[in-house]
C-alpha cells in the first residue's frame, strides 16, 4: 500500500505535491504526490469514501488541501479561487438552465466572459458533441446522455486546460452509460485535453483512461495504466476491486528457474517472481491469484487430456449460472472454497453442473503472488473501503 504515486511521463497539466485533507480528526486524504499527464485521459477510481471526490475538489479549487499545492501546468494555483483556474468541472447532475435552449445553454460560459460573437464557436462545439441538430431545443426534450453531453459542451467551450468530471454518468442506466463512455474518450481524444475523471464503476474507469489511481482509504493503492492493473495487481485490495480474483493461501517450496513454486492444498503450483508482489523466501507465506476467465474447467473424467506444465486442482462443482456470453461456476477445493471459474459459452460440456468433479488449470503465467499479510477479502464489496463519503 503506498502513500505515494506518480507517473512517468513528460510534464503534467496536474500536479498534486503532498496534497492532503484532514477534516477534524478524519483524514480524507492522507499526504500524495499525484501527476496527471498532459493530454491524457485520468482516471480517479474508488469505492464511496475513499478520497477520490475531495482530491477532485482540491484540484477545482473548490475544497482547500490541509497540506501540499495544486499546480496546473507550471502555474501553482493552491490558493487560487476556483474562477481563476483553468478548470471546468461537469457533475453527475448536469446542472443546465432549463429556461434556456441547447444552443444558449453551452454559449453561457462565452458571453458572460462578454464574448459577443459566439456563433462559430457554439455550432463547432455542439457538431463535437453530435448535438448540432438539437440547438433550439430544450434540456428537458433530450434524453440523459444528450444533456450530459450538452454539460460536456458547455464546460469545453471555455477552452480549459483540464476538464474535471465527477461521477458524471452516474445517473444514466447501463447502456446509455457504455454509450456515454466511448462517446467521453472520443470528445477527448479530439479535443486532446486534460480529462480528470472521478468513478466508482471499475469497468468505466478501464474503458475510458489511460491512466488509473485505485485510491482507498484516502491513498492512492496503485497508479498504472488499466490492463497493467488488473493483470498484475500489487494489492489485494486491487485484485478483488479491479474485477474478480481468486486468491489461494499457499507456502512457498522454493524456486525453479524463474518461477516460483508454492504448495496449497496438496497442489503444486507455479506463478512467475516477476509477478510476485511479495517475499519469496522459502517456507514463508504467499496468496497466489488468478483471475476466473484464465481458469479452464475439465470434467475430472478427461484430466488426463491437460497439457503438461499447467497449474491444476482438482475440485466439485458447487454453483454455476448461465449469464449469457459465459457460465460461472463455483468451486470448492482443497485449496479453498468458493473458486471461480468463467468460462466462455462456445462448447458447453454438459457433465459441468453442481456436484461434478472437475479439475480447474491455467498457464501458471497467469498467476500473481501478493503479500498474505493483507486481507484476501480487501477490496470485495463492503470490505477495506471507508464508508462515509466527505466532499
Known amino acids: 500500500m503506498t502513500e505515494t504515486a506518480s507517473t512517468s511521463r513528460g510534464g503534467g497539466d496536474v500536479r498534486l505535491t503532498g496534497i492532503s485533507k484532514t477534516y477534524g480528526s478524519f483524514q480524507a486524504v492522507r499526504p500524495l504526490d499525484l501527476t496527471v499527464p498532459q493530454g491524457s485521459f485520468f482516471a480517479l477510481l474508488g469505492a464511496s469514501g475513499c478520497g477520490k471526490t475531495t482530491t477532485l475538489r482540491m484540484i477545482a479549487g473548490l475544497e482547500d488541501p490541509t497540506t501540499g499545492t495544486v499546480h496546473l501546468g507550471d502555474k501553482d494555483v493552491t490558493d487560487l479561487p476556483p474562477y481563476k483556474r483553468p478548470v471546468n468541472t461537469v457533475f453527475q447532475s448536469y446542472a443546465l438552465f432549463p429556461h434556456l435552449d441547447i444552443y444558449e445553454n453551452v454559449a453561457f460560459g462565452l458571453r ?15 457538431d463535437l458533441v453530435q448535438l448540432g441538430d438539437f440547438a433550439k431545443r430544450k434540456p428537458h426534450q433530450l434524453s440523459g446522455g444528450q444533456q450530459q453531453r450538452v454539460a460536456v459542451a458547455r464546460a469545453l467551450i471555455n477552452r480549459p486546460q483540464v476538464l474535471l468530471l465527477d461521477e458524471p454518468l452516474g445517473a444514466l442506466d447501463l447502456k446509455l452509460r457504455r454509450q456515454m463512455q466511448l462517446e467521453l474518450k472520443r470528445i477527448q481524444t479530439e479535443v486532446g485535453i486534460t480529462f480528470v475523471h472521478v468513478t466508482h464503476d471499475q469497468e468505466e474507469a478501464m474503458t475510458m483512461a489511460d491512466t488509473v489511481a485505485v485510491m482507498n482509504a484516502g491513498r492512492v493503492e496503485q497508479l498504472g495504466a488499466p490492463a497493467d492493473l488488473y493483470e498484475n495487481p500489487k494489492t489485494t485490495f486491487v485484485a478483488n476491486f479491479l474485477g474478480t480474483s481468486n486468491l489461494i493461501e499457499a507456502e512457498i517450496a522454493g524456486k525453479h528457474g524463474d518461477d516460483v513454486v508454492v504448495t496449497a492444498g496438496g497442489a503444486k503450483l ?5 509477478r510476485c508482489a511479495a517475499p519469496t523466501a522459502s517456507g514463508g507465506k504467499l496468496l497466489i491469484g488468478v483471475r476466473p476467465e484464465k481458469i479452464s474447467l475439465t470434467h475430472a473424467d478427461d484430466a488426463g487430456v491437460i497439457p503438461a506444465g499447467r497449474n491444476r486442482v482438482t475440485g466439485r462443482i458447487a454453483d454455476s449460472s448461465f449469464i449469457g456470453v459465459s457460465t460461472q461456476y463455483v468451486i470448492d477445493s482443497p485449496v479453498g472454497p468458493g473458486l471461480e471459474v468463467y468460462a466462455q459459452n462456445i462448447e458447453r460440456d454438459t457433465r459441468l453442473v453442481p456436484g461434478a468433479e472437475v479439475v480447474l488449470h491455467w498457464n501458471p503465467a497467469h498467476s500473481f503472488g501478493l503479500d498474505a499479510e493483507q486481507s484476501p477479502l480487501a477490496g470485495t464489496v463492503g470490505v477495506g473501503a471507508v464508508d462515509e463519503e466527505v466532499s
Not at 112 to 126: C, N, P, Q, T, Y
Open 112 to 126: 458572460r466572459r462578454g464574448i459577443k460573437s459566439v456563433r462559430e464557436d457554439v455550432g463547432a462545439m455542439l
Open 270 to 274: 507455479l506463478l512467475p517472481a516477476g
